[in-house]
Structures are given as C-alpha cells and as structure tokens.
C-alpha cells in the first residue's frame, strides 16, 4: 500500500492519565482493529479553541505506522495517515 493521507473518524481505545497524558491501545478502521505496540512520537496543535493531539504509532511486525489524532473539544478521533508494507 505504500502511504495514503486517509483522513476517516475512527474508534479508539485509549487510556487517559490523571495527569493529562493520553496513550492509544488500539483502533478501529475499515471494519479491522489494530493492537498499538508503540507510540513513536505525539505532538500538539491548537486549533481554535481545541487542542489537537497528535501520535505516531506501530501496530505490527512489519512496522506498519498510522498517523492519529484526538480533538479534545468535542472528544473525536479520526485516522490522518497510513503507512502500510502490505
């Protein structure tokens, strides 16, 4: 597949710490859900009022890495980038 800017809301499972820290488990895309086995990099943007997080994760052996992101404003996720070996 390569890369692709996808931009789709997505289902996430995540745990939010009471200290502000948000770490992604897992998510749903496609009908598929994809187990994180690591965060490589999270970042910050303002947009308006909102507070857009965003995180760099691997989900597999074959290093497959998806860009996501968490609006805090009104609690969305969506899946901005993929970056698939398959």
Do not use: N
Request: aromatic share 16%; charged share 20%; glycine share 6%.
């Amino acid at each position: 597949m390569g890369y692709a800017q996808i931009q789709e809301s997505i289902e996430v499972i995540a745990l939010f710490s009471t200290k502000g820290s948000i770490q992604p488990l897992a998510f749903t895309w496609a009908g598929r859900q994809y187990q994180v086995q690591k965060t490589t990099y999270r970042w910050r943007t303002r947009q308006g009022r909102a507070t857009l997080h965003f995180f760099a994760v691997v989900t597999s052996k074959t290093e497959d890495a998806y860009q996501l992101c968490y609006r805090d404003e009104d609690t969305t996720w969506w899946l901005e980038k993929a970056w698939t070996a398959g």
